[in-house]
Every structure is written in C-alpha cells, then in structure tokens.
C-alpha cells in the first residue's frame, strides 16, 4: 500500500537552534501535502498546505517565517521549525493526498523536543 | 466555520461490538474518512465512505452514514484488544482539499 515516510521520529534540540521534519512519499507522486500539530490528548491541527512547486499556504494563527515549508518535489516536503522554543514542541504529522484523489496518507509522526 | 464532532471516550469489553459516533456541520461534504491512531503513531486510514453511500462494510468495520442528520458512525464488530487506540472521523468537501477532523474517541477494550 501507499507509504509516507516521515523523519526523524523523534528530535531533542536546544532553545534557538532549528529543525527539520522531512515527509516523503515512497511509490506515489503527491502534489499536495499537508502538515499537522497535535497536542497531547487533542485532535489534529492543520497548520498548512504545500503543493509542489509552489509557496505554502498557511492557516490563520500559523506563523509562516517560524514555520518553514519547501515542497520541491513530488514526493518530498520539509517542515522547518526556525529559533524553535519550548511552546514548539510537540507531535507534528504531515500527509500527502494520494494515491488516489480522495485519499491521504499519513507520516508516522515526529516528536519534537525543544529544551 | 465547520465542525466536526466525536464522543471522547468508549469502553467496551473484548468480543462485543463497538460504535463511534461522529457529527458534522459542513453539509458540502463530500468524503468522510474514519482514522485510528496508536499511541505516538500517525493515522491509519480505516475506511472511508463517499457521501452518496448510506453504508459501507469491510471486515470488522460497518460505517452507517445518515447524511440528512449529518451522523457518521463506525462499528466495530468482535472487538479485540489491538483495537485499543484514539478513532477520529474527518471530512473533506472535495478530493485533495484538507480534512478537517473531530476531537477523537479514546476507545479502550478491556479483556
């Protein structure tokens, strides 16, 4: 079946240093993927939209120069969480649409940890 | 702006049925999706019904959609153990666009 690989998994990093979350779409081309934040015991939290190509489009509430998106392939997205701080941390899950159009798939997830 | 919402916890005891319920406000909606996440894991994909279907069955999983009361249920016959897990139903107005999902049910089976 369809895969998202998702990486890292887990992540520690210090106050004001950056990370990246990579999510890759293994057998399918995405042209869209979307990226999530979920807090403990909550729903997931769109935080923005990416199409290959093309800039990312932001939900209201989600800073875009903190939160950087690069879709420049049809199998892969970045997520780049810039001068992260201990608000930051959580549990972010991206998911391509596809294979097929009404489908999505989703990442395994990546456990941030900003100390 | 649309909702979608979802009971928060289940407990059912391991070889019953279980069902979870899920309401929405978007009545443009066009896919609805139930996903289950295991702890520290991303969401699998269950099943998903089209909004011009009334019911869909695979396996253990049963979705009932009534769309004029904007209810979207799953059930889950024989439930065992490893269905343990959080259970969130999304919905999508159109293929690709984004999913706008309920709170989660925590569905916990006992032995």
């Known amino acids: 079946g369809a895969v998202v690989s998702q990486h890292p998994s887990r992540v520690i990093c210090k106050s004001g240093t950056s990370v990246k979350i990579e999510c890759r779409s293994l057998d399918f081309q995405a042209t869209t993927m979307f990226w999530y934040r979920q807090f403990p015991k909550q729903s997931l939290m769109l935080m923005a939209t990416?199409?290959?190509?093309?800039?990312?489009?932001?939900e209201q509430g989600v800073e875009k120069d903190k939160f950087l998106i690069n879709h420049a392939s049809l199998t892969l997205s970045t997520l780049t969480v810039t001068s992260a701080h201990p608000e930051d941390s959580s549990f972010y899950i991206c998911?391509?649409?596809?294979?097929?159009?009404?489908?999505?798939?989703f990442g395994s997830g990546t456990r941030l940890t900003v100390v | 702006g649309e909702d979608v919402e979802q009971s928060l916890f289940l407990s059912v005891r391991e070889g019953d049925s279980s069902v979870i319920n899920c309401t929405y406000t978007?009545?443009?909606?066009?896919?609805l999706y139930w996903y289950k996440q295991e702890p520290g894991a991303g969401l699998q994909l269950l099943t998903y019904?089209?909004?011009?279907?009334d019911m869909k069955q695979d396996q253990r999983l049963t979705v009932l959609l009534n769309k004029k009361d904007k209810h979207l249920s799953l059930r889950i016959a024989d439930t065992q153990t490893g269905d343990s897990a959080i259970y969130f139903c999304a919905d999508s107005a159109t293929a690709g666009n984004k999913l706008t999902f309920g709170g989660g049910t925590r569905v916990l089976v006992k032995p």
């Open positions: 978007d009545s443009s909606s066009t896919y």
């Open positions: 019904i089209f909004s011009n279907m």
């Open positions: 990416s199409n290959e190509g093309s800039k990312a489009t932001y």
């Open positions: 998911s391509a649409q596809g294979p097929r159009a009404y489908g999505y798939t």
